[in-house]
Nanobody, 121 residues
Framework: QVQLVESGGGLVQPGGSLRLSCAAS????????MAWFRQGPGKEREFVVVISPSATIKRYADSVKGRFTASRDNAKNTAYLQMNTLKPEDTAVYFCAAKDGWPVRGEYDVWGQGTQVTVSS
């Protein structure tokens, strides 16, 4: 089973950009569907994007379509979330998650510890 470590969060002004990374340990990364979720202050965790093992399928939440781009580098065992045109409502702790196989059925197998993204002037 993989282990996940997120990085790249921080404070950014509205309209700015950040790129989050999710580094996975283990040799089976290419089997895993990767996803990003977020949890804003006082809110429930919400889905952001899912990317299939081969990166051929990506599905985004409506709230981030056109602004966020998910990608993965299977040679580096890393998933990425490029976030552009950030808004204050994007402020949240962002988590990556992994699930063996595609499509995803049931809960994700592994979660990272989260990285804080704050969008504020």
């Amino acid at each position: 089973q993989v282990q996940l470590v997120e990085s790249g969060g921080g404070l950014v002004q509205p309209g700015g950009s950040l790129r989050l990374s999710c580094a996975a340990s283990g040799r089976t990364f290419t089997r895993y569907t990767m996803a990003w979720f977020r949890q804003g202050p006082g809110k429930e965790r919400e889905f952001v994007v899912v990317i299939s093992p081969s990166a051929t399928i990506k599905r985004y939440a409506d709230s981030v379509k056109g602004r966020f781009t998910a990608s993965r580098d299977n040679a580096k065992n890393t998933a990425y979330l490029q976030m552009n045109t950030l808004k204050p409502e994007d402020t949240a702790v962002y988590f990556c998650a992994a699930k063996d196989g595609w499509p995803v059925r049931g809960e994700y197998d592994v979660w990272g510890q989260g990285t804080q993204v704050t969008v504020s002037s």
